[in-house]
């Protein structure tokens, strides 16, 4: 008999074994581990939910993951960059509706105007709100050199999906070669660290030929590496992509995003003190993806704030919501959202992780 869901959550550390027990808990099991979950996330980092106003600045991308709608290979993906003015209105928006922070993300990009480019915008967003607004960089790999200097110009997180942690299993979802290198991905983990920003990873969940070992050892990984966020959501397939072929092979949608809410769930419990974002992937599947995020550990949200003539082309995977919808409908969207999941919103707060607050005192 394998031991009861009670008693693997009374326990102070969880083994591999009980975590793949959790993982595979029933329906009735996981109403259990999702009340433990909300409990751990009251006790630890509160009720309060914060905004980082999403600006997908590109869709340009040099790199060809395999799962991905907006790789380099997909020739019918209509490539878009946000103008610096754009960029500026979003972040102002953001501050006069008191998000405390907004989040720039784009494909992974290279080379010296580029990284300029980003460094100016960063400089100007923190001008325009006298340092108030926090930034959150997700651009990919990038060199030390680079990350100092987005550092520097005023960014203090930075987000960069491990996307699978497991070595082996890397390549079977990335071409093997010089641009999709596993050691390199992890070694930009350890460079963002040690530049000095909060770091945030996360994993896809329900990829073909993942099973919940695997997903064990990614929930490990993230403890492993002391990550300070953690966005994780389900992978969606998408048309024009070379995993879309093994779409037959793929666990039903709603299975995925079970699977996804009791990885979120297991990851509060395990990682009390981190924030954890409740991902729009999540909500591509379930309306309601999110809020029931946020019920089971969840606290970041991340409402859309791309101008709305370039949403339609930031498309990694199908049914990607908000695509018609502009800052401000999902901005009283997601505030009725959040009084409904019973959060509150952290307005005009950063919000920072308090894992790294902890890490950085010790
Ligand atoms: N399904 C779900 N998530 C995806 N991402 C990319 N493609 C997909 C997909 N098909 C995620 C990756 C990346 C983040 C920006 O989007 O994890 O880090
Ligand atoms: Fe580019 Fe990121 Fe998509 Fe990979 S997941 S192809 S790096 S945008
Ligand atoms: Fe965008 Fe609801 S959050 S429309």
Redesign the pocket.
Known sequence: MSKAIENILQQEVLSKKDIVRLLNSDETERKVLFARAAEVKEAYVGKKVYYRGLVEFSNLCGKN?L????RAGNKKAHRYEVTADEVLEAARYAWDNKFGSIVI?AGERSGKDYVTRIERLVKEIKQMSRGELGITL?LGEQTEETYRRWFEAGAHRY???I?VSNPGMYYRYHPKDKTHDYQERLNALYLLRKVGYQVGS???IGLPFQTLDDLTDDLLFLQDHDIDMV????????ED?P?YQYRDQLIPKMERFYLSLKMVAVLRIMMKDINIAATT?MQ?IDPMGREKSIKVGANIIMPNLTPTRYREDYL???DKPCTDEDAEECKRCLEARIHMAGGEIGYGEWGDSKHFARRKKS
């Open positions: 993951c799962y991905c709608g907006i993300q997700s987000l960069l999906r996307e996360g994993v896809m966005g994780m959501g389900p992978y969606i397939e998408h992509t995993m992937a591509a990694l995977y199908e």
